[in-house]
């Protein structure tokens, strides 16, 4: 369980326990998990940039677009569906947040550096799929799927090496 996950299970233990609301606990939670894409985007270009031996455009925040106002709205729409007395589909949600938070941030730093492929690196415990994947090389807008609790990465792909 990711820590995230553990201080979203501690909020819910509070509802439970009657020392929070349900709006409280809402709050909170989206403010934990916005900290969190924040750290995302900066740790996906900070890892972009040391790959491509550039320099960081800095830290940017999750913006206004059309991908970014979505997901926060599905994950809004999926806490709200979920109830603090489930603290294992709690843990799962925020998990999956988390996942889909990296690789978002990943695919929006690769496009503000105008990466345009990438290879696809299978973690050492990938699954079979991944496994599969691994060395393929796919373009930034069409990014192979991923899954629940993937930690499979995407390498950048030098172009134009100056």
């Known amino acids: 369980m990711t820590p995230l996950a553990r201080k979203t299970q501690a909020l819910a233990l509070a509802v439970t326990m009657g020392v929070i609301d349900q709006a409280a606990f809402l709050a909170i939670t989206t403010a934990l998990l916005a900290a969190m894409r924040t750290r995302a985007a900066t740790r996906a270009e900070a890892d972009l940039c040391r790959q491509l031996d550039a320099p ?3 830290l940017w925040l999750p913006d206004a677009s059309p991908l970014y106002e979505a997901s926060l709205t599905t994950v809004l729409d999926s806490l709200a569906s ?5 603290p294992d589909a709690l843990s799962n949600l ?3 947040i988390e996942d889909d938070s990296r690789h978002e941030a990943t695919t929006k730093a690769m496009t503000i550096h105008h990466v345009e492929r990438y290879r696809f690196v299978a973690s050492a415990d990938a699954c079979d799929k991944c496994r599969d994947d ?3 090389t796919y373009p930034v807008s069409k990014s192979p799927s991923h899954h629940n609790h993937c930690k499979c990465e995407a390498q950048p792909i030098k172009e134009n090496p100056k």
């Open 94 to 96: 925020v998990e999956v």
């Open 56 to 58: 960081p455009f800095g």
């Open 134 to 136: 691994d060395g393929k």
């Open 82 to 86: 979920v109830t603090p007395g489930e």
